[in-house]
């Protein structure tokens, strides 16, 4: 009897699994499938086999109008918040980890509430700003705007690596003549790299997949990738196969951050809170 | 002696973060919140309301739908979300040379930027294209036009959203679960707890706090969601699948009502605010 019930047990942990499994992966092979459907093949046909084609992929990555200009826009506005989102962090963060004054703490704890806020509350002034010094349709505004999201975040994160640190390195400089800019320039950032790359690529993902902002403050020209995607919808099912494809380029950034970030991510995405 | 002529440095250092709160947080936040006392288009410049801007808000009825939509579409959610990133979770917590290949699948989806979640699913769910559909007719139950009817096109973009963030829930999770002391486990096996014992009366009161912080920040997150409905549906049909930001998006944008948007954006921020205001309160006494 015991053994039946352990059996039966077993059959269902393998249901629950594959269940699992199948929903996780559906909608990555189903992309796959399509993008090497060839024209007139429905992707759920079994006449499919016979018409694959790499016309769709040639089209999307150097034929017709490529994901090229766009990937890059995407990876200039995310390159461009993540160096600005570190100029600004670093010594903000190391301010509220060293001094932990009223008005710092405050400030500080002030970050998490914008970093919750709904951002369609901010984002009308900042499209009039945006207006205002030319910087509409431009990838700097963009950028700029993404700093909404960046900046709590890289601070947080950043604050957490700098408390690790510990002063005890810092006080020895101070009593051997340093002062505190050289302390801060030449000992603890340094010591921080570690923790400074982590937060410019968890900035740099919040940029890539960001889509208010992007959508308003873009133009054709500078569509990141998310805006890219979307605008292809406006022309419904015509262009399912260009959006697998691009879809699936969509992902490569993605795959390379969290290959590198996978420990962190819990931490970024809880802002330090879960470690 | 030295302290006098010491440079402030500290204070110095937070100067950029405090411009980039003040240019992006504090000063469109004021503006939104003056500008939505006012009607204020292009078309007919900007004219003075007052409260009456709020009274003329709050009795329209889309308006009011549109909350409550968002408040459900939050709730169900970060439910399911909830739900299945905890079955993940038990089911992956103890490394083993199969698990660590499960957990890496079953994180894909979170590979997905949310607009390629929008337009994947947006295909999955296509008419003609699509994969739902295709399985449907076979099983005989023939086919459907998901995301442009008023009834699935609302649980249908909340699957999508479910199926990208359940992955970042999980993680959250799983941190969680594999931080918890290991003793009181042993306890309990020890005493012969059942599998759902143990859950229940173990491992679920020591994960309050972790299920406190992924129940916050993802709330929030979903509570701004905006790119899903505006890809798949863009708040249609009707007003069937409209939230917050594609309502506001709308007015400010393609109807040139900034006066009405801004109006109602600071009551988007006000329900946001009380929001993570209540479910904090909630956490905070539970765990006493």
């Given at each position: ?5 352990k059996?039966?047990i ?6 629950i699994?594959?269940l ?14 399509i ?5 007139g093949a ?11 084609t ?18 890059l ?8 918040t993540?160096?600005?989102t ?6 903000g ?21 914008f ?8 984002v009308?002034?900042l ?5 205002k010094y030319?910087?509409?349709?431009s990838?700097?505004g963009l ?16 604050k ?31 010591l ?20 208010l902002?992007a ?11 998310p ?13 399912w ?9 969509t ?7 969290f ?10 995405f809880t ?5 | 002696?030295?302290?006098?002529t ?6 110095l ?9 003040g240019?992006?947080?504090v ?30 808000v ?44 499960l ?14 979640a ?9 008419e ?12 005989g ?30 993680l959250?999770?799983?941190?969680g ?16 707890a ?13 994960m309050k ?20 409905m505006?890809t ?17 998006f ?16 600071t ?22």
């Open positions: 009897m015991k053994s039946k019930k059996s039966a077993l059959v269902g942990i393998g249901a699994i594959f699992a499994i199948t929903w996780s992966i559906f909608p990555l092979v189903y992309l796959w499938i993008s090497f459907a060839g024209l429905l992707p759920t046909s079994l006449e499919l086999p016979k018409r694959l790499l016309a769709n992929w040639k089209e999307v990555l150097y034929a017709g109008e490529t994901i090229w200009p766009y990937m826009n995407s990876l200039i506005v995310g390159g461009t993540a160096a600005i570190l100029a600004i962090a670093l010594p963060a190391y301010s509220f980890s060293r001094y932990k004054t009223k008005a710092n703490n405050a400030i500080f704890t002030s970050l998490l509430f970093r919750m806020m709904p951002y369609i509350s901010l009308i002034p499209f009039f700003m945006m207006e030319g910087l509409l349709g990838r700097l950028s700029l705007s993404h700093l909404v999201y960046t900046v709590p975040v890289g601070i947080w994160l950043m957490g690596y700098f408390d690790l640190l510990g002063p005890e390195i810092e006080e020895a400089a101070l009593v051997d003549g340093a002062n505190k800019f050289q302390v801060f320039w030449r000992i603890s950032v340094p921080s790299a570690p923790g400074m790359a982590v937060t410019a690529m968890f900035t740099f993902l919040l940029s890539y997949i960001e889509f902002f959508v308003i403050l873009t133009r054709k020209l500078t569509f990141t990738l805006v890219r995607l979307a605008a292809y919808m406006d022309i419904h099912e015509t262009y196969r260009l959006i697998a494809c691009s879809s699936i380029i992902l490569i950034p993605m795959i390379i951050l290959a590198f970030l996978q420990r962190h991510l819990v931490r970024g802002m330090g809170a879960i470690k | 002696m030295i302290k006098r010491e440079f402030p440095f500290h204070y250092m937070i100067v950029p973060t405090l411009v980039v709160v240019m992006f947080f000063y469109p936040l004021a503006q939104t919140f003056y500008l939505s006392f006012f009607s204020y288009s292009p078309i007919y410049g900007k004219k003075f309301l007052g409260l009456t801007a709020y009274s003329r709050l009795s329209d009825k889309t308006f009011i739908d549109t909350i409550l939509r968002n408040l459900i579409y939050v709730g169900v959610v970060v439910g399911v979300n909830l739900l299945i990133g905890m079955g993940y979770a038990l089911l992956t917590y103890k490394a083993a040379r199969g698990i660590r290949i957990r890496i699948i079953l994180v894909i989806p979170i590979l997905f930027i949310p607009a390629a929008a337009v994947t699913w947006s295909l999955l769910y296509g003609q294209i699509g994969l739902i559909n295709h399985f449907l007719e076979i099983i139950l023939g086919r459907r036009t998901w995301l442009a009817s008023g009834r699935t096109g609302f649980p249908a973009v909340m699957v999508t959203d479910i199926w990208g963030w359940t992955p970042f829930v999980y959250i999770l799983l941190a679960l594999q931080s918890l002391p290991v003793e009181p486990l042993e306890a309990a096996e020890i005493d012969g059942s599998s759902f014992k143990k859950f229940w009366y173990v491992i679920l009161p020591m706090p972790v299920i406190a912080v992924a129940t916050v920040i993802k709330s929030l997150e979903t509570f701004r969601t905006f790119v899903f505006w798949m549906t863009m708040g249609g049909p009707g007003d069937s699948t409209q939230v917050l930001s594609t309502l506001i709308a007015k400010a944008f393609r109807q040139f009502k900034y006066g009405l948007g801004s109006t109602m954006a009551i988007a921020f006000l329900i946001a605010m009380a929001l993570s205001f209540f479910l904090i309160t909630i956490f905070k006494e539970r765990q006493r």
